[in-house]
Nanobody, 120 residues
Framework: QVQLVESGGGLVQPGGSLRLSCAAS????????MGWYRQAPGKQRELVAT???????NYVDSVKGRFTISRDNAKNTVYLQMNSLKPEDTAVYYC??????????????WGQGTQVTVSS
């Protein structure tokens, strides 16, 4: 069984920073792409950033220059460093990973979500 566990959300003032972490655990053989998505109240879930196993990255335009995605392959962990946060970044943030498990084959997995609130 594979799990993704997120941490690092919270309340921050506009202009502040937060770092999200997401660790994968279980019967993992390898992890392909990893990413972060977010869903604000009343809106659809949207892609924020992705990173391949070889560490190529992609960002939605609204976070370019402010957010940085990274990963530690040895720890099966993906991070999202969020700087210069704005109220419109408020959302539940979810991590996602394409994981080849030892017993279950290749599947997409999701974390439980972590709340990020940007407010003064």
């Amino acid at each position: 069984q594979v799990q993704l566990v997120e941490s690092g959300g919270g309340l921050v003032q506009p202009g502040g920073s937060l770092r999200l972490s997401c660790a994968a655990s279980g019967s993992i053989f390898s992890i392909n792409a990893m990413g972060w998505y977010r869903q604000a109240p009343g809106k659809q879930r949207e892609l924020v950033a992705t990173i391949t196993r070889s560490k190529s990255t992609n960002y939605v335009d609204s976070v370019k220059g402010r957010f940085t995605i990274s990963r530690d392959n040895a720890k099966n962990t993906v991070y999202l460093q969020m700087n210069s946060l704005k109220p419109e970044d408020t959302a539940v943030y979810y991590c996602n990973a394409e994981i080849l498990s030892v017993v279950g084959g290749l599947h997409d997995y999701w974390g439980q979500g972590t709340q990020v609130t940007v407010s003064s």
